[in-house]
């Protein structure tokens, strides 16, 4: 069974650019996570999709960040424009109800 | 507000000998307490967790220690081998909120042979 997978595993872009992230969970998982880990601190929670509908976003940074879930499979997160302060390592996960959440091997987003 | 304290930040033991890794949390609420193992190039992945009504948990070398009255819990790696060398994060959860999780600043752990 193929895991939780992120595309794409870097990206460098310049500042005001815009980057979108994608994920795509484990088959039949509703629930879909994304965090991010920014220059060796805490991950830290961005928001939870249960199938499409986003569940709870209160971890979101700001309005430049836009994530989806078109038909409550994939998922995407675009930044724009992007800013330094968003360079970090975006990781996805996804799990089905009160289980264990499977994640991503991550994009490592660099802001130039 | 950082809920989960965790240190240290780095830790290196040689082989055969005792990791401890502790972390701290605010959160009482918390009912759900994982530890996550991360290699080079590849996401978390679940390594052991615990919740509040034990004491300990134990699977293979892995031990979970957890003091409620404190806040506090740790894992213990017992006989560290050079392939347990990755960053370790603690973690924790109130489970009946959507399972979001609250991580520590993770420990890069690395075992001399």
């Known amino acids: 069974e193929a895991g939780v997978t992120q595309f794409p595993s870097h990206s460098v872009i310049e500042k005001g650019q815009t980057v979108t992230l994608r994920c795509d969970p484990i088959?039949?998982?509703?629930?879909l996570y994304w965090y991010r880990r920014v220059m060796g601190k805490e991950i830290k929670f961005l928001l939870h999709f249960v199938k499409e509908s986003k569940q709870d976003e209160s971890g979101m940074p700001n309005n430049r960040f836009l994530a989806e879930r078109t038909g409550g499979t994939y998922s995407t997160l675009k930044v724009q424009p992007a800013e330094l302060e968003d360079s970090g390592v975006y990781f996805c996960?996804?799990?089905?109800?009160?289980?264990?959440?499977?994640f991503g091997q991550g994009t490592r987003l660099t802001v130039v | 507000q950082q809920q989960v304290k965790q240190s240290p930040q780095s830790l290196i033991v040689q082989k055969g000998g005792i990791s401890i890794i502790n972390c701290a949390y605010e959160?009482?609420?918390?009912?759900?307490f994982p530890w996550y193992q991360q290699f080079p190039g590849k996401g978390p992945a679940l390594l052991i967790a615990?919740?509040?009504?034990?004491s300990e948990k134990k699977e293979g070398r892995f031990t979970i220690s957890f003091n409620k009255s404190a806040k506090q819990f740790s894992l213990h790696i017992m006989d560290s081998q050079p392939g347990d060398s990755a960053t370790y994060f603690c973690a924790a959860i109130v489970e009946t909120s959507g399972s979001r999780l609250t991580f520590g600043e993770g420990t890069q752990l690395t075992v001399n042979p």
């Open positions: 996960a996804s799990s089905q109800t009160d289980a264990e959440a499977f």
């Open positions: 615990i919740r509040p009504d034990v």
């Open positions: 959160n009482t609420a918390f009912d759900y």
């Open positions: 088959s039949g998982h509703d629930n």
